[in-house]
Nanobody, 122 residues
Framework: QVQLVEPGGGLVQTGGSLRLSCAASGRTFSSYAMGWFRQAPGKEREFVASINWSGTNTRYADSVKGRFTISRDNAKNAVYLQMNSLKPEDTAVYYC???????????????WGQGTQVTVSS
């Protein structure tokens, strides 16, 4: 079983950048597709980005395409989300997750971390 921890997050001004990290424990990390989703207060969970097990295939929500980059380092059991040109509407709790299945932006998650708060001030 893989456990996920997302340190980081924080407060940043509009237009700024932030890099989220997700540390995974477990020997089978490299066999999983991974992703990030976010949830803002009063809103539904929203898919942000995903990456396949080898890191050769990525997918992004339209709302973050061109601004966010997902990557992984299987040797370090880690997944990252580089967020650039941040906007106030990016404010949310961000979760790192193991993906069970994905069909476009419809994603089924197996498990996720405790989440990290990202706040973008205007």
């Amino acid at each position: 079983q893989v456990q996920l921890v997302e340190p980081g997050g924080g407060l940043v001004q509009t237009g700024g950048s932030l890099r989220l990290s997700c540390a995974a424990s477990g020997r089978t990390f490299s066999s999983y597709a991974m992703g990030w989703f976010r949830q803002a207060p009063g809103k539904e969970r929203e898919f942000v980005a995903s990456i396949n097990w080898s890191g050769t295939n990525t997918r992004y929500a339209d709302s973050v395409k061109g601004r966010f980059t997902i990557s992984r380092d299987n040797a370090k059991n880690a997944v990252y989300l580089q967020m650039n040109s941040l906007k106030p509407e990016d404010t949310a709790v961000y979760y790192c997750a193991i993906i069970r299945a994905q069909n476009g932006d419809h994603v089924q998650y197996d498990s996720w971390g405790q989440g990290t708060q990202v706040t973008v001030s205007s």
